[in-house]
């Protein structure tokens, strides 16, 4: 029987809680109150102004059913704001704020941080490997998930 710490989805998993961990640690020290799915939707918003909530889903990577907890959390930190789109009433547009905008700005370079240090062990090739065979991986494997990758 194999070792399951050398099995890739072990791994996976572990290195989804180091991210998860590093990034709630430093982006609170930070100040910052935003979850790594709240960062994702704010940069996307401001990047996509207008978006709506299931091409937000998409754009993400996250599942359409709970999107909209994300949503409803960064509209009562003041962060961004849903309206109705004119020509399908259903459909939610999403524009950042004033407030989401300042706050993605102070966010952006501790993100960056927060990218070296959950792959401290590593060098700069072994961290540009690691990204790319990471890249591969969920590109071959995106409509496996049950909640897709969409480019917008």
Do not use: C, W
């Amino acid at each position: 029987m194999a070792d399951i710490t050398n099995m890739p989805g072990h791994l996976i998993r572990r290195l989804h809680q180091i991210s998860q961990s590093v990034f709630a640690e430093m982006i609170q020290s930070a100040g910052i109150d935003l979850t790594p799915v709240q960062y994702a939707a704010l940069k996307t918003i401001i990047s996509n102004p207008g978006i709506d909530q299931a091409t937000l889903a998409g754009a993400i990577a996250y599942d359409r059913a709970t999107i909209g907890g994300v949503i409803d959390r960064l509209e009562r930190k003041g962060l961004v704001q849903r309206t109705m789109n004119e020509r399908d009433r259903r459909a939610r547009e999403l524009t950042a704020l004033d407030a989401g905008r300042d706050l993605l700005g102070k966010a952006e370079p501790v993100v960056a941080e927060i990218q070296l240090a959950m792959l401290d062990g590593l060098n700069d090739v072994d961290r540009a490997q690691l990204v790319t065979l990471l890249v591969k991986a969920t590109q071959a494997g995106n409509q496996r998930s049950r909640a897709p990758f969409i480019d917008v």
